[in-house]
């Protein structure tokens, strides 16, 4: 069960072009794992303020991993085209990794620091106050 403060479990997903993104590749960046389905109307709020403001910043300041959880790749590619998320978004078919991250609600999204651990966890929306602020604790630059 992922707890603050823990080493964030390592994975390696699909992402809708069919390369692989691998978490731990990304150490040296703060990245926001935001588990997430095309039917979930959260979802569909919360979307647009993360592409907010990883747009904000070009994708420099932190990464976002947004991971589908069991939807087809066809469905994904269309949602995430018409939502425009221009972050990785990738591929959870058989809900592995959202289960080893003990994923009970969607929305839900796992911050991690640059050097791969835990710094929040938040089950449901988030709007973009909320968001900013848990960046703003990973990327002091993008706090308000």
Not at 23 to 47: T, Y
Not at 69 to 76: L, N, Q
Not at 99 to 111: C, D, E
Request: with cysteine; net charge negative; hydrophobic share 40%.
């Amino acid at each position: 069960m992922p707890v603050v403060g823990a080493e964030a479990w390592d994975f390696t997903l699909q992402d809708v072009k069919g390369a692989s993104v691998t978490l731990s590749d990304l150490r040296g960046r703060p990245v926001m794992i935001a588990f997430w389905a095309s039917w979930c109307g959260p979802c569909r709020l919360e979307i647009p303020h993360i592409t907010d403001l990883y747009g904000e910043t070009g994708g420099k300041a932190f990464e976002v991993l947004a991971v589908n959880v069991r939807e087809d790749a066809g469905r994904v590619q269309r949602f995430s085209t018409a939502y425009e998320m221009t972050f990785p978004v990738l591929l959870d078919p058989d809900g592995e990794v959202s289960g080893a991250y003990f994923v009970r609600g969607l929305p839900t999204s796992i911050f991690v620091d640059e050097q791969g651990i835990i710094r929040a966890i938040h089950t449901g929306t988030l709007d973009g106050a909320t968001l900013r602020e848990y960046i703003g604790d990973l990327v002091p630059s993008l706090a308000q």
